[in-house]
Nanobody, 126 residues
Framework: QVQLVESGGGLAQTGGSLRLTCAAS????????MGWFRQAPGKERAFVAG????????TYGDYVRTRFTISRDNTKNTVYLQMDNLKPEDTAVYYC???????????????????WGQGTQVTVSS
């Protein structure tokens, strides 16, 4: 089973950028659909972006669609989330998640993902 470790979080100013990285261990990364979720204090975990195991399909939450970009490198067992034009409302803990299944699906639902990283804090100051 794949294990996930996120990095790249930190403090950014409004309008700034951050790049999150999720490093996966294990032999199943290339057969896993990947997702990024975030959770702000007092709120439920929300879908941010997802990418299919081949990298050919991506999906975004409405509130990040034109600002964030998800990508993956199966040769490095890594998935990325490039976040541009950050806003204070993007402040949250960001989680990487992996989903295996017979049929590739970029799910927006957290329960569909079996494996989660520990999260990385992103704080955007106004």
């Amino acid at each position: 089973q794949v294990q996930l470790v996120e990095s790249g979080g930190g403090l950014a100013q409004t309008g700034g950028s951050l790049r999150l990285t999720c490093a996966a261990s294990g032999r199943t990364f290339s057969s896993s659909d990947m997702g990024w979720f975030r959770q702000a204090p007092g709120k439920e975990r929300a879908f941010v972006a997802g990418i299919s195991r081949s990298g050919g399909t991506t999906t975004y939450g409405d509130y990040v669609r034109t600002r964030f970009t998800i990508s993956r490198d199966n040769t490095k067992n890594t998935v990325y989330l490039q976040m541009d034009n950050l806003k204070p409302e993007d402040t949250a803990v960001y989680y990487c998640a992996a989903r295996r299944g017979l049929i590739p699906v970029v799910s927006t639902l957290a329960p569909d993902y079996e494996t989660w990283g520990q999260g990385t804090q992103v704080t955007v100051s106004s």
